[in-house]
């Protein structure tokens, strides 16, 4: 009989570490504070100097890999950027996210001459760094090392890009890496409805939208990272940026003899981003999380125009005057005059190749939700209704050009801007003439773009919080009166376009019959009239090959509460309580808090999966438990009930035919590394107090232990404390 037990790779997600951040206190302004006696309004200074953008030397090899060379001798360093045309949007519909593990362990993976070890003992004990990755629609390399080692280093860079090892070890951790960020990404409210605004905009099967899965991650091998470097990272796919303290001549030969010799595979190709087309609104869609006491608002449509577009200097400030920071209209009016946003923002991008999208956004109280809303609308159709004013523009446009000299703060970020402007085939004063062009534009012309590509009237609008405090509902937002509910749930495996069979009635009954005689053979009415059991347990974990043993004491009620003590490898104990409403947790330290949404939901299925609480709720009317017949294991034949609880994932029970004991139970859980296939092995069965359960639990993942329990102590109808499932939260 399983227990009340947790298990231990589920405890990371139940601790939650709090700190308090001091702020410093104030100094005291002393009395006698020097005046000056000048007028600071009649200060003069000098002209500025013009300001010179570096116009770096272009090389092309005759491979097609084009060099841009930046000599600059101020600081004894050399550094590169390597711009590869390839990324995520590429990725195959089942195996997405395989640009990003690619990308990530091209670097940590090792080369063909060199384990990751090996690589990293190198670098390192050069003082250098060589980094990769891969984005939306390209991916990068980078190189920093000291002028006087690039000689030991550019070699091993080149390596990396030209022939990585992809190293097995690697690509695992990567995978799992890829695991861990895909459970924590419901974690960020404004991270959560940015992402599902992008889905409603264009689509959740669009690769400009799609996310990567547990099952497109398992999906993904080693093969297909070869194969994903051999088709997109190749010389005529790769722009090449050098800048440092080097002589141009040398560094040419330098770069000539590390990859003139390098030429593209047979299955290379030179790719063409695919279309990315918004679909059309209106829409009103909520992201229901209950967890928040504040709204994330994203409101906006697809964008019409290209960075090479005659009205993109006009676009550009039409947003600076709509969203352009303090002095913009969102938050003038909504958050200063109004009061009704935390924060307030919006953009309308532009692609160099492809238009972008406009989007507005706003962070607000709960119970102001659909007026802040409201208001954001508000604003943008005041952009199509009249010019702005001449002060409101020439604001906007100062704001721009005051910030046009941060383009070019680093050599890094100017040769990153002019290998763009080198991959889309735009001139190399782009940049410029858009600053030229923003000087000419006027109210006019900004009333006019706001009136062809501002459609408020077309706008999806995302809103994710907790319905129940909205002032009103979100219907006033739909001219239909439609709200669409986004489920943002992490799917465990790929959708199915075929709906397994419902289980017969027949089924059911054979289903029912074979669990009221385990519920006969643990105990019958002794179990069905426990009020209580008590449990303490010793768990040994496999852990990194080390066995880590802890503790648990549980009690469980028939009513579902539940106590638990859970002594942690640090030391700590912590205390999980559910008082039937809500579930606590306890950490020295830290008090008595509500355990997050994510726990909650770890937690529910697993409570099922306990054969007390299962069998003593075989009557819910959204329990079903199906016959599948019998299989043998281990030699021995066994019943299997198919059992699909309320909440989770179905599971497995397999029972011994002849004393009606459970021998097995195969079910998903979620892990550290995303969901797994568990097996628990039920062994050593012992009577209690007229009540039969198994004294030694055994669990498996992927056929290999993971971990071992066995009961200590066990109790039936122990008394119990009147407070024991009680909460102070003041404590």
Known sequence: MTQLRIPLWMLALTLACTGLLAAPAAAQAPDDVPV???????????????????????????????ILLLQDNELPLVNATARIAGGSVYDPADKVGLASVAGQVMRSGGTESLTPDELNQQLESLGASVETGMGSTSGSAFMSTLSDNVDEVLPLF?????????????????????????????????????????????????????TSEYYTIDAIERADLVDFHEQYVHPENIILSVWGDFDAEAMQAQLEDAFADWTPSDDAVTPEPPERTADAGPSVNLIPKDDVNQSTIFIGHGGDITREHPDYPAVLAMNEVLSGGFSGRLFQNVRRDQGLAYSVFGTYSA??????????????????????????????????????????????????????????????????????????????????????DMADITPEDVHRVAQEYLRPSDAHIVVLGRESDFERDLTTLADNGTVHTIDISIPTSPPSDEEPAAATEEEQAEGRALLDDVQQALGGET???????????????QQ???????????????????????????????????????????????????????????????????????????????LTVQATGSETVDGTELHTVRVTPPVGDPFTLYIDPESNLPQRMDYTAMTQQGPAQLTDLFTDYQEVDGVTMAFTTRTLRDGEEAQSATVQEATVNPDIADDLFSVDTEE
């Not at 000056?36 to 890999?65: K, W």
């Not at 459970?183 to 959560?192: T, V, Y």
């Open 351 to 436: 692609g160099y190749d492809r238009p972008g999208r406009f989007y507005s956004g706003v962070f607000t109280r709960s119970g102001r939700t659909v007026d802040a809303a409201e208001s954001v609308l508000e604003e943008i159709r005041g952009m199509r209704e009249a010019p702005p004013s001449q002060e409101e523009l020439d604001q906007a446009r100062d704001a721009y050009l005051n910030s046009f000299v941060f383009n070019f703060d680093s050599k890094r970020q100017i040769l990153s801007r002019l290998m763009t402007y080198e991959y889309y085939g735009y001139p190399t004063d782009f940049l410029q003439g858009l600053v030229d």
């Open 36 to 66: 000056s006696e000048y007028d600071a309004t009649e200060l003069t200074y000098p002209e500025l100097r013009d300001f010179q953008v570096p116009e770096p030397e272009r090389v092309e090899l005759d491979n097609g890999m084009t």
């Open 158 to 210: 080149a390596e990396v890009l030209r022939a990585p090892r992809f190293d097995q070890e690697q690509v695992d951790l990567a995978k799992n890496q890829q695991r861990s960020a895909i459970s924590r990404r419901n974690d960020n409210p404004q991270q959560i409805a940015q992402r599902e605004f992008d889905q409603v905009l264009y689509g959740e099967e669009s690769p400009y939208a799609r």
């Open 527 to 541: 179990l069905a009239n426990a009020s209580a059991l008590r449990i303490v347990e010793e768990t040994t974990l």
């Open 544 to 622: 990194q090959g080390q066995e880590v043993v802890t503790e648990s004491r549980s009690t469980l009620a028939a009513d579902g509460r539940f106590y638990l003590e859970q002594d942690l490898p640090n030391g700590i104990t912590l205390t999980i309580i559910d008082d039937g409403e809500t579930l606590w947790l306890q950490v020295p330290g830290q008090g008595t808090q509500e355990a997050p949404p994510q726990v909650r939901q770890q937690f529910d299925p697993q409570r099922w999966r306990e054969l007390p609480y299962l069998l003593a709720r075989l009557d819910h009317e959204d």
